[in-house]
């Protein structure tokens, strides 16, 4: 009895194995099968890194011509703003000279 119990878990486990082995094959196949995308997917990946490095590198000049030119504007703004007071005060003179005659 004892001898047959071991058997069946000998047969078992042999079935077990033999299954097992059965399904590496295919997961191997599969893989094989996948490697040409997975070639092509890794290229790919690689061309866009590139892509993104050297659009990265484009945006960050024009982000610097931006934030120069930015920095001109509101200068001249800040000028212009001045100009504009400067004129109010001399124009508000003038009316209350005017006036005031």
Do not use: C, W
Request: a neutral charge.
């Amino acid at each position: 009895m004892e001898i047959m119990s071991a058997k069946r878990r000998y047969v078992n486990g042999l079935e077990k194995l033999a299954f097992a082995e059965s399904q590496v094959a295919i997961m191997r196949k599969d893989l094989e099968d996948l490697q040409p995308q997975l070639k092509i997917a890794a290229e790919e990946t690689i061309k866009m890194m590139q892509t993104i490095e050297i659009e990265s590198k484009q945006a960050e000049e024009q982000r610097k011509i931006v934030s120069v030119e930015e920095a001109i504007a509101n200068e001249k703004a800040s000028q212009a703003q001045a100009l504009k007071v400067k004129f109010l005060n001399h124009f508000t003179n003038i009316l209350l000279t005017y006036f005031l005659k």
